[in-house]
Every structure is written in C-alpha cells, then in structure tokens.
C-alpha cells in the first residue's frame, strides 16, 4: 500500500538500515523532501562531486559512535551477571532499563536541538556527556577500585549518561548530515543517507564482534577484562567527539526553528482541555475529538496531528515485537553461555553470537528488496506493509518458539533444581573394592558402589527440616562401619569413601550446586596421597591440598585442554595432566600416586558439560533477523508514506516510543513473573502471537490515505462547516 511516491522519498538508504530509524526529528514548518537551508557560503566538495567534504566526518563520527554503544552493550548483561554477581532476571531488568532509556531520550535531544541548542551544538554537548559517561563505566569496571557498591554506584551513573547521550544525539546527526546538501543536491543527499546507514551497521557489526574477544580472551586484574571492554568503545566515542569538532569549520549549522513535537502535543492537550469543559448539550457536536483545538490552532495543524494520530493509533501493538527482538542482548546471550561454543577453528563468546543480527540485516536486505519482493509480486499477491509487518511479527515469534525448544534441550544437562527439605547426594569409591553403602532410613544405593566407579547421578535425600543428622553405614569386605553427618537442605554431597590406616573412612564433602557461569569450567582436587601437595594447572593459578583425601575448593576456569600442569610434593616436581575441561562442566581430580615423573589422577565429571552447540541458535537468529527486515523497515515506510512532511518527527518519536516500551515490558515480566527460562521464552511467543492478530485486525480496517489528498479534503470540510460553528464556553482558557 505504501505508493511509488513514498517509495521514492524513502529512497535507497532504507535498504542499508538495520537498528536505526530511517527519518529523523525534523523543526516545525521543515520539509526534509526539499531541505529549506538559509542562505551559506558553500561547503567544500569531496573529490570534485557535489558532496560537501564535512559528512566525511558526520560518517566517521557516526560510526565510531555506533561502534562505541554496542560494543558497550554487548558484554552489559554478562557484566552484571559476572562482575556485580546478579541474577540472571536482575541483569536482565538492569539491561532492558538502560535500553529503554536510551530510546525515550531521543526525545529530550531532539527537542534541544530544535528549539534551544541548534543540531549542531547538541552533538557537541551530549557527546560530551557521553564520553563522560563512557569513561565513568570503564573505571567502574576496575575491580581494585573500592568495592561493589563503589562498582554499581559507577556504573549506574556511567549508563545513564551514556543513554542520555547516545538517546539525546541519535535523531540530530543524520539530520545534520542532510542539512549539509545544497537544496539541489537530493540525489545525492539520498546516496548518503545509504553511507550513513551503511556506517551503523558496520559500527554495530565489528564491535558486537570484537568487544566480547576484549572481554573474555584478555585477562585483567586475574578475570575477564571488562575494564577493556568498556575502555576500548570509550577511546572510539572519544575518537568520534574529536573527528566531529574537527569538521566544524566546514559545517552548514542551520539555526533552531521551533520542535513540532511539541506543537503537537500542545494541541492535543488543548482539544481534551477544551472538550472538557464544553460538555454542553447545547453546543453541537464535532466531527473529531481534535476539532476541539480548532479555537487556538490552525485548521492545517489540526488536519496533520488528526493524519499522524491513525498512524500512532497502529503503533500501540508494536511494542511487543521490540521485546522480544531486545533480548538478543540479554536472555539469547545468557542462553549461549550454557552451550558449546567449540566451532572447530574458533571458539565464540557467548555474547559475541550477537553480531549474528547487524552481518544477517546486510545479507537480507539485498535478498529481499531483490528477490523475495519481487517473487511475491510476480504471483499476484498484494504483501501490503501491514501484511509484511504481521509476517515479521510471526517470524520474530517462532524465532523464540525455536529459543524455547533449544531452552529445554539445555536443561536436561543441568542440575535439578533443589526444593526444601531435600538434598542430593552421591557416593565416590576411591578404595580398592566394592564398597555397599546404606543412609539411615533411607533406601537410595541398593547396589555396592565399584572401585572408582564412575557415579551414578545424583540421588534425592529428603530431610525432616532444614538439616538432620543421618547415619552412613559402610560394608566392605565383611567389615561394617557407621559415620555420622549433618546434611542441609537444598544441597548437595560428594559421599568420599577411602582407606586410611588399614580401614575404612569417610568424608562428606559440598558439590556445586549450579552450572559454572558464563560456560566456563569448575574443577576441584582431592589427594590421595600422604604428603600435602601444591598444584599449578596454569601459570597463574595455583592451589594447595592437604594430605589424606583433602579436597580443595572449586577453581573456575576457561575452557580448554590443560597437560602442561605441575604436582610439587616432598618427593619432587611431577607434570599434572588433566586433559579438557568443558564448557559448563565440574570436575573432582583424584591424585592417586605418583610414579615415573607423572601423577596419576582419576577424573569424576560432576556436572555435565554443555552438550547442546551453539550453532542452533543460527535458526532464531536468522528468523528475528528476517523478522526485523519485514517488521522495521517496512514499518518505518509505511508511516513516511502516511503523514505529512512536517509530522515526520512525531511519527520517528512515536517509533522510538514503541522501542522503549517494549524493553519496559522485559524488565517487568523479568522482575514480576520470574519463571523457567523456556516458559518465558514461551509466553512472550504467545503474547507476540495474540498481538500479532490484534494488529491484523486493525490494519485490516486502516485506508491508507495521501497525506496531500487527505488535507485538501480537511481544508474543504473546515471551510464548510465553519459557518455552523457556535461560541464556547472557554473557562479561563487563554485562545
């Protein structure tokens, strides 16, 4: 439905848009078609052409600015879960907070620029604060610098400065871009509007990319450099400030003009004011409820506001489709971390399975304003905006559909989920023969548990409390020995049965009770020899144990193959080899003896390794990819086609709008109604679902209209039924 004419105003820079809008915030009585600028000396051109030389530094600017928010924000989620130690719904709250904030402060900036500041003057400024902000969440992430509360304190004001300046400047630089093109330059101020979009993309792809290698491949202060993470997209919001204040010289500044945005919302306060208090019978009726502005503003004001709010109107169910597209960032990385990430040649970072969406976006664009479209037409088949709209909708649901599917394939490695008044435990055998074990009251190890026997899993103990005293009684070799511990609710045990001094003993020792975070692996050692030993499974990482069947704590560690360790005991250095250490896997190691310059050890997997690949997130990935295409850009052209010239800006703040509230909803089902991973992901595919045949419906009842034809025909109503028109009662209300 969208016309050749919209068409050919969204022009080829549509196609090159991924996570931007493609209008922007526009001053009241600006036509962006035509670029009305004041009369300016003229600009410099690149290379002869008729592009003026400064939106080679707009184009920089924008993306080392791009490059700077989401390399930022593409570790944030595993930055709280691993550096604050939040929960997965908190982090997800905390991480959908700040990207909503980012997309209602677009508001803020625009109406900065185009009623105080001036565009240019608002880059500057709120760059600055961005910067600030940048540099505040980079030291924030130093761990020697104070303490946690020190950490989230800088944090939070590092993330709000930094939604405030890269909300506050995303609707004024590409608009200042376009201002730089003399009036009778549109086509190439078309072309680039394609760089300039072109520009975020590869911003947003390189840095989802490279960041998260800062993050988890070097290593700072003993653990992920997160410091690095965060400083590397400040040096690149730096670098974008200095490239911009260096093209100043070169610039078109067009002064501020006044923020239709807020005209419009004035009118509509007005009319509701004004109907308000004119509840008469005896004052007639009007057409619209918008009529009721009729007595301050104008009749061509009032016939713009009266096209944008159908559009907005269909706006309402959008939002759903943002919160699911956002969890990219927060639940699909958090999911990656509990997969195998081993692709052979290179093994990925959870969080770096996001650069997935911006590589997918310049795949799929050309595929289907080239391909897919076409085909379509070619049978026949009317794909109106709102159809195509829909259809992303659906892709985007069954892309969290597939995410649930994947959710429970995860799960059946993982630990059951412990309830109170229950424990699990289970039996380690390092003797030398076949040892029957028996837990008071308790009919759990019906079979003699081998000699190093691989255990079994976990079996549930249920307790008369919170704790309880139970007795253990050990058969071996027609010797029967009794111990006594404490076991706690919502725990779980390693029962260790060992020789000491010709007999039998025991100890019971914690296991973990979870997967280890962020796909790395726990191991832990238990020496069987009677000498203490110390142990060093890398360079930097050391551990002592004592004698007897001591156990050491958990080490958490990358994974990866580990033979070149060393065993230093009274007798010498031996070489400790304890071969792959999985993602999301526990390890207890044995140290048995130690013979010929090696040690022996046996190796008990206690939690199991990720055993679902990362590689099945690729479906969801590429559907809320072509969901997003469908969806967005469709979207965006659709509501360029329907509103006049100068209600473009109220349309771009409604879309943002429709972005912000959709990450509201995240943080609100995460902190509300927390429940299983894969329900979640299962609840928001239904409600997309339910939406998805909410805004069917009212697209099927919207015409699309010509924005030129609708107010020619408003302004032959108005001029008709002007003369029916009676005084109001105005109540105090200044017209």
Request: a neutral charge.
């Amino acid at each position: 439905m969208v016309g050749d004419k919209a068409r050919g105003e969204m022009n080829a820079f549509q196609r090159n848009e991924s996570k931007e809008t493609l209008f922007t915030f526009i001053s009241a009585g600006d036509d962006p078609p035509k670029g009305d600028f004041p009369v300016q000396k003229k600009s410099p051109k690149l290379c002869g052409s008729n592009y003026p030389l400064s939106i080679a530094f707009i184009v920089v600017n924008e993306f080392c600015e791009r490059f700077s928010y989401y390399g930022m924000r593409a570790v944030l989620t595993l930055y709280f879960l691993s550096f604050f130690h939040w929960d997965e719904n908190l982090s997800t709250a905390v991480y959908h907070a700040f990207s909503a904030l980012c997309y209602f402060t677009p508001v803020i900036g625009a109406i900065m620029a185009d009623s105080w500041l001036g565009k240019y003057k608002t880059i500057i400024y709120l760059s600055i604060v961005y910067v600030v902000g940048h540099l505040i969440k980079s030291v924030g992430a130093i761990p020697s610098l104070g303490n946690q509360v020190v950490h989230v304190i800088l944090s939070m004001v590092g993330l709000f400065l930094i939604a405030l300046g890269t909300g506050g400047i995303k609707p004024c630089v590409s608009a200042f871009g376009g201002d730089q093109f003399e009036e009778e330059h549109t086509s190439e101020r078309s072309k680039f509007f394609s760089i300039f979009y072109l520009s975020i993309n590869a911003g947003s792809l390189i840095s989802t990319f490279v960041t998260p290698v800062l993050r988890g491949d070097v290593k700072c202060f003993g653990e992920d450099c997160y410091a690095l993470a965060f400083g590397v997209p400040a040096a690149l919001m730096v670098l974008a400030l200095v490239v911009f204040i260096a093209g100043s010289g070169l610039y078109r500044k067009t002064p501020p003009q006044g923020n239709v945005l807020l005209e419009v919302c004035k009118c509509i306060g007005f009319a509701i004011k004004n109907r308000l208090k004119n509840r008469s019978r005896q004052i007639p009726k009007r057409d619209h409820w918008l009529d009721w502005a009729s007595e301050k503003y104008s009749k061509q004001l009032i016939g713009e506001v009266k096209m944008v709010t159908r559009v907005l109107f269909l706006f309402i169910p959008l939002p759903m489709f943002w919160a699911l597209f956002d969890q990219q960032g927060s639940r699909w990385t958090l999911q990656a971390t509990k997969m195998n990430a081993d692709f052979g040649i290179y093994v990925l970072q959870p969080d770096q399975m996001q650069f997935l969406n911006p590589l997918l976006i310049l795949v799929f664009i050309p595929i289907f304003d080239l391909g897919l479209y076409p085909l379509i037409n070619m049978c026949k088949f009317n794909f109106t905006p709102i159809r195509k709209m829909a259809t992303g909708m659906i892709l985007a649901g069954m892309a969290f559909g597939l995410a649930a599917v994947v959710e429970l394939k995860i799960n059946e490695s993982d630990m059951p989920r412990l309830v109170p008044e229950e424990s699990l435990i289970r039996v380690l055998n390092l003797a030398r023969n076949p040892v029957q074990v028996t837990i008071q009251d308790r009919d759990l190890f019906q079979q003699p548990v081998e000699a190093f026997q691989n255990p079994a899993e976990y079996s549930k103990l249920i307790l008369n409390g919170e704790q309880q005293s139970l007795r253990f009684t050990l058969q071996h070799q027609g010797l029967s020995l009794a111990f006594n511990y404490t076991v706690k609710e919502k725990s779980v045990y390693s029962l260790i049965v060992f020789e000491a001094e010709g007999s039998l003993s025991s100890r019971l020792i914690t296991d973990l009770e979870a997967k280890p975070e962020n796909g790395l692996a726990a191991v832990r050692f238990i020496n069987g020899l009677s000498q203490d030993v110390n142990l060093s499974i890398d360079s930097k990482r050391f551990i002592a144990v004592q004698k007897n069947y001591s156990a050491s704590e958990y080490s958490l560690l990358e994974r990866d193959k580990y033979n070149n360790g060393k065993c230093i005991t009274e007798m010498g250095e031996f070489t400790l080899e304890l071969g792959l250490l999985d993602f999301g896997a526990s390890y207890t190691i044995v140290i048995t003896n130690v013979s010929g310059g090696d040690v022996k050890t046996w190796k008990s997997e206690d939690i199991k390794a990720n055993n679902v690949h990362m590689a099945w997130q690729l479906p969801q990935y590429l559907l809320i990819s072509a969901g997003e295409v469908m969806f967005s850009i469709t979207g965006l052209a659709f509501s360029y086609s329907q509103s006049p010239a100068s209600m473009k800006s109220v349309l771009q703040a409604g879309w943002l709008l429709t972005v912000a509230v959709g990450n509201t909803l995240v943080l609100v089902v995460a902190q509300a109604a927390p429940m299983a991973q894969w329900a979640e992901f299962v609840l928001f595919t239904v409600l997309l679902f339910a939406v998805c045949v909410i805004f069917s419906i009212m697209g099927y009842f919207y015409v699309s209209v010509d924005p030129e034809d609708l107010e020619e025909k408003e302004e032959k109503r108005e001029t008709s039924s002007r003369g029916n028109m009676i005084s109001l009662v105005t109540q105090k209300t200044k017209l």
